[in-house]
Nanobody
Framework: QVELVESGGGLVQAGDSLRLSCVVS????????MGWFRQAPGKEREFVGR??????????SYADSVKGRFTISRDNAKSTIYLQMNSLKPEDTAIYYC???????????????WGQGTQVTVSS
């Protein structure tokens, strides 16, 4: 049974940092494509960033809204994906989800395993 469990969310002030974690169990880590998405109240779920890895190295990609502020990394030994969020803004407030994908895209439909989400709230 594949399971993704996020943690690390919380209430912070604008300009602060948070690191979200996503622990993967059940073999999905071999999939090698993971993404982070977020959903703000009243809005659709949106792409935040993605990571893929292979024998040739690791690649990441980010939405323009978070580029330069957010960083995705992984710890293969811990089967964990991280989302480091710096210089947080009130508009970053959302539930953040990690997901395992079949293809290295920003399309929600290409990700078929999802965590339960973790709330991030940024106050101004």
């Amino acid at each position: 049974q594949v399971e993704l469990v996020e943690s690390g969310g919380g209430l912070v002030q604008a300009g602060d940092s948070l690191r979200l974690s996503c622990v993967v169990s059940g073999g999905t880590f071999s999939r090698s494509v993971m993404g982070w998405f977020r959903q703000a109240p009243g809005k659709e779920r949106e792409f935040v960033g993605r990571i893929t890895w292979s024998w040739s190295g690791v690649s990441t990609s980010y939405a323009d809204s978070v580029k330069g502020r957010f960083t995705i990394s992984r710890d293969n030994a811990k089967s964990t994906i991280y989302l480091q969020m710096n210089s947080l803004k009130p508009e970053d407030t959302a539930i953040y989800y990690c997901a395992a994908g079949r293809y290295y895209t920003a399309t929600i439909q290409d990700y078929d395993y999802w965590g339960q989400g973790t709330q991030v709230t940024v106050s101004s």
